[in-house]
């Protein structure tokens, strides 16, 4: 229930306000347009109703009370004057300001800058349009088109009404239709459409800046205080003073405000023109220094012109105060720098302080607007003034600066002192004077040499010396390289045809071994891994596996373990499966075998190794292989390796009885392999 209160109670008080706006508007615009429409005679003191051509006319002040007092209103008509700020409340500016509000924060704090995508595959019109390059000049072109067109529509007609306003409108033909248009707008669609204009390049600006992920510049346009300027002059309360002809004919006369006050609704809007406009090319988007310091000094210029004709009553009262404070911060800007121009040049002749005080933050960035360049050079410009202002306040200390001692100095040492002898005080004792260091000041070093030195010294000759080894390792280093490339470029050629040639021995070369092994073999010759490579045998204690699988798997392991491109292991391979088939084709005997299996002596399995020795003869090769590790044939270039203590007992258990386990076994047939 009482939310239900609140909610009436405040559509009624809208609805109340909204009822004396419209009344006290149409009251006094149609008194104004009644007293327009009387033609008074010449000879009647109503003659300053004339038009402004009129050069004996005074023009009346926009925002003052006698004004309308010389006009003879109502007292409706006085009310009005008073009440017309608050009829800003129900205005039309009024409720495009909360929506502006709405509308910013939220492109703020949705619009996400975009990121990049990759091209998609999908062959349609969609495809070719998005996702768009928001950082591209034609995206951002055809993203501001029509808030650049309205922009620039609201500020060529203001600028004609102004120079209408200023009697400076040229009177050409072509421009005819420019002047008719400008003047046949009425005051209210004006300020309508150029803040419409304002707002949405705002918002489009606002949304740009949100896809590109750009960071917006520091702005000092108030759109509320723009708003509330064009409200107050947009209304006939803001035009009954100053009255512009027509640019062609002197029928029905436009009602326009202040001339001066026409030139503040221009500046703003021309700087938000600019602005929009240059934010076409990211490049130069966050560049607010020259379009605002334009639009600055045209708006100071004005300002001073006013104040200098007199016309300060006529200036509008919202932009007395920032133009008051922006020439305030120029004269002082001026004032200093000039000052310490000027001492600087009477005191030394040449300008030897800086004007402003070092660093990066003395002078303004292209993305500062002209109000905030003149905030950081005014303070520069007093910083570096006032170290030497504190100087001026420190009272002086009197020394003698002119006179001092003086050293001479020599290759040996010191060669000459001269001490300056100061004027003792007459309150200080001759003892006392002599005992203290700053009598003795010495303020020149002179640094001499002998007469006949020459200037070829040791550490001139060090230094031509380091010179010259530098030179010649430089002069090396480029013949070699010099060198170098000469080379490679005469050898390329052959290069190309040894390489081809080499690849072709290299594939004809095992063909040729493996053909030669088989011709061997078929003519019935022995074909031994021993062929081609001496054995060296040498101490291992290892024991291999009893079985032959074992011997085959190591055997394979290590034919894998070798490249396939390595001949000897081809070879070896090669000689191992023919010496295998003749090994299956003639069997040797059983019996010696296994009688050399009985009386071999070593604790190692009997090899075939160890067999062909023993058949040969060779005492000394059977006595080191006894002593050598077992291999095998296809892993005989592998190192031995000792057997630990404990592998050594499992091979002296393996030996004792498998019944008993305490003496050893009288037969013990090992494997061939």
Same mark, same amino acid.
């Given at each position: 229930?009482?939310?239900t209160?609140i909610?009436d109670?405040?559509r009624s008080v809208m609805?109340?306000?909204q009822?004396?706006d419209?009344f006290?508007?149409?009251?006094?615009?149609?008194n104004?347009?009644?007293?327009?429409?009387?033609?008074?005679?010449?000879? =009647?003191s109503h %003659?300053?109703?004339?038009v402004?051509s009129?050069d004996?006319?005074?023009?009346l002040p926009?925002?003052?009370?006698d004004?309308? #007092?010389?006009?003879?209103f109502?007292?409706?008509?006085?009310? +009005?004057l008073?009440l017309?700020?608050?009829?800003?409340?129900?205005?039309?500016?009024?409720?495009?300001?909360?929506f502006?509000?709405i509308?910013?924060n939220?492109?703020q704090h949705?619009?996400?800058?975009a990121?990049s995508h990759r091209? *998609?595959?999908?062959?349609?019109?969609?495809?070719w349009l998005?996702?768009i390059?928001?950082? @591209?000049t034609?995206t951002r072109?055809?993203?501001?088109s029509?808030s650049?067109?309205?922009?620039?529509?609201? &500020?060529?007609?203001?600028?004609?009404?102004?120079f209408?306003a200023?009697?400076?409108?040229p009177?050409?033909?072509?421009?005819?239709?420019l002047?008719r248009? +400008?003047?046949?707008?009425s005051?209210i669609?004006?300020c309508?459409?150029s803040?419409? +204009?304002?707002?949405?390049?705002?918002v489009?600006s606002?949304f740009?800046?949100?896809l590109?992920?750009s960071h /917006?510049p520091?702005?000092s346009f108030?759109l509320?205080q723009?708003a509330?300027?064009?409200h107050?002059y947009?209304?006939?309360?803001g035009t009954?003073?100053n009255r512009?002809?027509g &640019?062609?004919?002197?029928?029905?006369?436009?009602l326009?405000?202040?001339?001066?006050v026409?030139?503040?609704m221009?500046?703003?809007l021309?700087?938000i023109t600019?602005l929009?406009?240059?934010?076409?090319?990211?490049r130069?988007?966050r560049?607010?220094?020259?379009p605002?310091?334009?639009?600055?000094t045209?708006g100071l210029?004005h300002f001073?012109?006013?104040l200098? +004709?007199?016309?300060i009553a006529?200036? /509008?009262l919202l932009?007395?105060l920032?133009?008051f404070?922006e020439?305030?911060?120029?004269f002082?800007?001026?004032c200093?720098t000039?000052?310490?121009?000027?001492?600087?040049?009477l005191?030394?002749g040449?300008?030897?302080?800086?004007?402003?005080?070092?660093? &990066?933050?003395?002078?303004p960035?292209k993305?500062?607007?002209?109000c905030?360049?003149?905030v950081r $050079?005014?303070?520069?410009?007093?910083? %570096?003034?006032s170290? @030497?202002?504190?100087?001026?306040?420190?009272?002086?200390?009197p020394?003698?600066?002119?006179?001092?001692?003086t050293v001479?100095?020599?290759?040996?040492?010191v060669?000459?002192?001269?001490?300056f002898?100061?004027?003792?005080s007459r309150s200080?004792?001759r003892k006392a004077y002599?005992n203290?260091?700053?009598?003795?000041?010495i #303020?020149?070093v002179? %640094?001499?040499?002998?007469?006949?030195?020459?200037?070829?010294n040791?550490?001139?000759?060090?230094?031509?010396?380091?010179?010259?080894?530098?030179l010649? *390792?430089?002069? #090396?280093a480029m013949?070699i390289?010099?060198?170098?490339?000469?080379?490679?470029?005469?050898?390329?050629?052959?290069?190309?045809?040894?390489?081809?040639?080499e690849?072709?021995?290299e594939?004809?070369?095992p063909?040729? #071994?493996?053909?030669?092994?088989y =011709?061997r073999? $078929?003519a019935?010759?022995?074909i031994s891994?021993?062929?081609?490579?001496d054995?060296?045998?040498h101490?291992?204690d290892?024991l291999s596996?009893?079985d032959?699988?074992?011997?085959k798997?190591?055997?394979m392991?290590?034919t894998?373990?070798?490249?396939p491109e390595?001949?000897?292991w @081809?070879?070896?391979?090669?000689?191992?499966?023919?010496?295998e088939?003749?090994?299956?084709r &003639?069997?040797?005997p $059983?019996a010696p075998?296994?009688?050399?299996h009985?009386t071999?002596?070593?604790g190692?399995?009997?090899t075939?190794r160890k067999?062909?020795?023993?058949l040969?003869?060779?005492d000394?090769?059977s006595?080191?292989?006894?002593?050598?590790?077992?291999?095998d044939p296809? %892993?005989g270039? *592998?190192?031995?390796? *000792?057997?630990?203590p404990e592998?050594?007992?499992?091979?002296?258990t393996?030996?004792m009885?498998?019944?008993? $386990?305490?003496s050893e076994?009288?037969v013990?047939c090992?494997?061939?392999r």
């Open positions: 229930m009482a939310a209160a909610r109670g405040i609805y109340q306000l009822r004396i419209a006290l508007l149409d009251t006094l615009y149609l104004v347009q009644r007293m327009h429409e009387r033609v008074p005679p010449a000879s =009647t %003659a300053r109703f004339q402004r009129d004996q006319q005074k023009e926009s925002w003052t009370m004004g309308f #007092k010389n006009w003879e109502h007292d409706v008509d006085i009310v +009005a008073q017309a700020p608050w009829t800003f409340v129900t205005s039309f500016y009024a409720y495009s300001l909360i502006m509000a509308i910013l939220r492109i949705v619009v996400a800058p990121q091209a *998609r595959t999908l062959q349609s019109w969609c495809s998005f996702p390059d928001a950082s @591209a034609p072109f055809i993203m501001r029509v650049l067109y309205l922009l620039w529509k609201s &500020a060529l007609r203001m600028t004609v009404i102004v209408q200023f009697d400076a409108f009177a050409m033909r072509i421009l005819e239709p002047g248009w +400008a003047s046949a707008s005051m669609d004006v309508r459409s803040f419409v +204009a304002v707002c949405s390049g705002m489009v606002s740009t800046r949100g590109d992920g /917006p520091i702005s108030n509320p723009y509330f300027l064009l107050l947009s209304s006939p309360l009954v003073f512009i002809l &640019a062609q004919n002197g029928q029905n006369p436009a326009r405000p202040n001339r001066h026409l030139m503040t221009l500046l703003p021309l700087q600019l929009h406009t240059q934010g076409i090319w990211k130069y988007s560049d607010v220094l020259i605002t310091a334009i639009c600055s045209l210029t001073v012109y006013t200098w +004709a007199g016309h006529n200036y /509008p932009q007395v920032p133009s404070l020439l305030f911060f120029v002082m800007i001026a200093t000039s000052i310490n121009v000027l001492s600087q040049i005191q030394y040449r300008i030897a302080r800086p004007l402003f005080s070092p660093g &990066a933050g003395a002078f960035s993305d500062e607007e002209f905030l360049a003149l $050079l005014g303070t520069s410009s007093l910083d %570096a003034t170290v @030497a202002g504190l100087g001026n306040e420190v009272a002086p200390i020394s003698n600066s002119k006179k001092g001692g001479r100095l020599g290759p040996s040492g060669l000459q002192m001269e001490i002898d100061q004027q003792k200080r004792s002599a203290n260091p700053f009598a003795r000041e #303020k020149h002179r %640094a001499v040499s002998a007469e006949g030195d020459l200037w070829i040791v550490t001139w000759m060090k230094e031509l010396y380091r010179f010259a080894v530098t010649w *390792r430089f002069i #090396k013949w390289a010099i060198r170098a490339r000469g080379r490679a470029e005469s050898t390329s050629e052959q290069e190309g045809d040894s390489s081809a040639l690849e072709t021995n594939e004809n070369k063909v040729d #071994k493996h053909r030669n092994a =011709t073999f $078929l019935g010759d022995v891994d021993d062929e081609g490579s054995y060296d045998g101490e291992d290892s596996n009893s032959t699988e074992s011997t798997d190591a055997y392991d290590h894998r373990t070798a490249t390595s001949d000897e @081809a070879e070896l391979e090669t000689s191992q499966l023919y010496s088939h003749g090994s299956q &003639a069997t040797t $059983l075998v296994l009688l050399a009985l071999a002596q070593s190692s399995p009997l075939r067999y062909s020795s023993m040969r003869g060779d000394r090769q006595s080191d292989i006894a002593q050598s590790t077992s291999f296809a %892993a270039s *592998r190192h031995s390796v *000792r057997l630990d592998e050594e007992e499992s091979s002296v393996r030996r009885c498998v019944i008993c $386990l305490c076994r009288t013990i090992w494997p061939c």
